[in-house]
């Protein structure tokens, strides 16, 4: 840096020194008049940054410098603001979570068949996809506030319908009102917090987002666990439960404000004033407010604003650019299997040696719980590491575990246990458990299981079974059907999993698996997709981008059993592993660092021609 360069800077950081302690000074005596005293700092937000400008290293030193101008200005009204919003997803994560543990106690007392049950877990999931790309259209017409009051009025029904129900088909339109309801919050929540944040705490406070989702499904499945013991109607308070917190987010977003963004768009200026200095405390609120009024202006003589908006996002480049980042990303989130992981979790930590089946609701909990904590270190690093090396760090680690996953269960099939026992059904009935010679085919089969004793730690005298209609923790006949009876005789019963020596390999994959995904991986694709469109695309952009997630969520889920059988488990996990590994070139190659940027300079990210980020030397 040349000496007048370094004066220069020198000079900066004293000025907005001086003009810190001068502030606080005046706040202490309390004299200054709110209109003067706005005008006044106005103008010492102008001058310090005119001076930071003319600095040698301009923008990073300007944008230091204004974060520690702003650090412990920001008032408690924007984290009040952010957690409100969050209850959205912390709804999201407790509908999505919660029917398993529902499920069990539903089948038996409604008697679903395997389509019905398949029916109302994705009847959710399908619903939240369409409501997420119809939520785009909303956002833009209606504001930001409408569509959570919304969502949350839609919780609240759902889950109305959902504890009152007295048959399939008023349940099964109980989650499609929900899933309606997930959809909207999953793209509005991200887009309000970025919009509402001032810029140094943006990628946490939409990072908290993703906190709420996954403790909502830790919350889930604790409700789950206590619940289970309630076999009649015990549904009922798991499914109904949720309204609690919909209820709160609706009465609390009555008197929440909507975003001053939004309004700027829609020229409702005065009321944007009012809310953005709301929200930014004592701060000199004209460089941002002149900021996002210029950009909405230049972005429409740029970009005009005629046509639909999908199709102006296409057409100008920037725009085009960020939809594949954003797309991508939220596709390569679900392509590594996040949710096939959590579901199958409960199984893994059998396979590992875990043999109280009562157990596998609460080791379902610990999962959620590690992913939930994991997260909380998403939110410390976003604003430490950055948005890039997270993603890109978190999705290597996820890579990794996953191979290490895949691997524990291909030594497993290798050494997969003999079946040595053929006893005959007593009823004579025709079933495919019969055909197989090892353990690794009867666990794959959805319809049997193996019964077996231990010698020392080798299987013997072992059989594949069908499995129990009612229960999967018990046979249907011989040995195994009696729970009570075959555990005194030191009989074992293993559904979808077999008991080998490489067990520990997949639960350390598994371990690994959630500590790498969860801090990264789970949160970004959420957080970058909030702040890398301009305010005329951001809520198309984000409704497409959620779309993308939760179409993706429901193929991986429904495909997994099949692949599972055509590929075997280890196949599978090798396969989730692939695509991390096309999604780490993808993320290295294409996605920009938007850290500390004010939403309105991030567009310039995007000018450049897609997938030279890696090339810039950025990690
Ligand atoms: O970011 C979230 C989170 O990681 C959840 O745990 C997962 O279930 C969702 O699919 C994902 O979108």
């Not at 999953?186 to 917090?193: G, K, N, W």
């Not at 929440?256 to 609120?285: C, D, V």
């Not at 210029?294 to 639909?308: D, F, L, M, S």
């Not at 981008?545 to 055509?566: D, K, P």
Request: glycine share 10%.
């Amino acid at each position: 840096m040349s000496r007048k360069a370094s004066d220069n800077v020198e000079y900066t950081l004293r000025s907005l020194s001086n003009l810190m302690g001068e502030k606080r000074r005046r706040q202490a005596d309390g004299s200054a008049g709110s209109g003067a005293a706005a005008g006044e700092r106005s103008l010492i937000a102008a001058e310090s940054c005119s001076s930071l400008n003319s600095a040698a290293s301009g923008g990073e030193l300007e944008r230091a410098a204004r974060r520690q101008f702003q650090q412990d200005e920001t008032p408690g009204f924007v984290y009040v603001v952010s957690v409100f919003s969050a209850l959205g997803g912390f709804l999201f994560g407790y509908d999505t979570g919660v029917v398993s543990g529902a499920l069990l106690l539903l089948k038996r007392e409604l008697n679903l068949d395997a389509l019905w049950q398949e029916l109302l877990v994705s009847s959710t999931v399908g619903a939240a996809a369409l409501s997420a790309l119809a939520g785009g259209v909303l956002n833009g017409l209606c504001g930001r506030r409408p569509c959570i009051l919304l969502a949350s009025g839609l919780f609240t029904a759902g889950s109305g319908v959902l504890a009152a129900a007295r048959d399939k088909e008023t349940l099964l339109a109980g989650r499609v009102v929900v899933g309606l309801g997930i959809g909207v919050a999953s793209m509005t929540v991200p887009v309000y917090i970025a919009e509402v944040a001032p810029p140094h705490l943006r990628g946490r406070l939409v990072t908290i987002n993703t906190l709420f989702i996954t403790g909502g499904q830790f919350f889930a499945s604790v409700v789950d666990g206590i619940f289970s013991y309630l076999a009649k109607d015990g549904w009922r308070y798991m499914l109904g439960l949720s309204a609690v917190p919909a209820v709160i987010q609706f009465l609390g977003f009555l008197f929440l404000p909507e975003s001053p963004r939004w309004l700027i768009q829609k020229g409702q200026t005065q009321r944007a004033r009012r809310i953005l200095s709301q929200m930014r405390g004592n701060q000199a609120i004209d460089e941002e407010y002149d900021s996002i009024k210029n950009n909405i202006e230049e972005e429409e003589k740029e970009v005009g604003a005629a046509g639909p908006v999908i199709c102006r996002m296409l057409t100008y480049p920037p725009t085009r650019r960020a939809l594949i980042v954003g797309c991508g990303l939220q596709m390569f989130q679900q392509l590594s299997g996040i949710n096939t992981v959590m579901y199958y979790s409960a199984t893994i930590l059998q396979m590992s040696g875990v043999e109280d089946d009562r157990l596998a609701i609460w080791l379902a909990a610990l999962t959620a719980f590690i992913n939930f904590v994991f997260t909380l270190v998403g939110v410390w690093l976003v604003e430490r590491m950055g948005r890039r090396k997270l993603t890109l760090g978190s999705l290597t680690g996820t890579a990794v575990a996953l191979i290490i996953l895949a691997s524990g269960f291909l030594l497993s099939a290798q050494v997969s246990p003999r079946i040595t026992l053929n006893p005959t059904d007593p009823s004579h009935q025709n079933s495919t458990c019969t055909k197989y010679s090892y353990c690794n085919g009867c666990m794959l089969d959805p319809d049997c299981g193996l019964c077996y004793k231990l010698n020392k730690s080798s299987v013997v005298e072992s059989s594949c079974i069908p499995v129990d209609k009612h229960s999967t923790m018990k046979a249907a006949w011989g040995r195994c059907s009696n729970e009570s009876i075959f555990k005194k005789e030191d009989l074992f019963w293993a559904y979808n999993f077999c008991p080998t020596p490489y067990s520990w390999t997949a639960l350390l994959g598994l371990i690994l698996y959630l500590v790498f995904f969860a801090p990264g991986m789970g949160p970004m694709p959420w957080t970058v997709n909030s702040e890398i469109y301009p305010l005329w695309a951001r809520s198309t952009g984000n409704a497409c981008s959620s779309g993308v997630n939760w179409v993706f969520n429901v193929l991986v889920s429904l495909t997994f059993l099949h692949t599972a059988e055509y590929l075997t488990y280890y196949g599978a996990f090798f396969l989730y592993a692939g695509f991390a590994a096309l999604g780490l070139v993808f993320i290295y190659g294409c996605l920009p660092e938007t850290k500390g940027k004010k939403l309105e300079e991030i567009e310039s990210l995007f000018e450049n021609r897609l997938c030279t980020c890696g090339s810039t030397g950025a990690f």
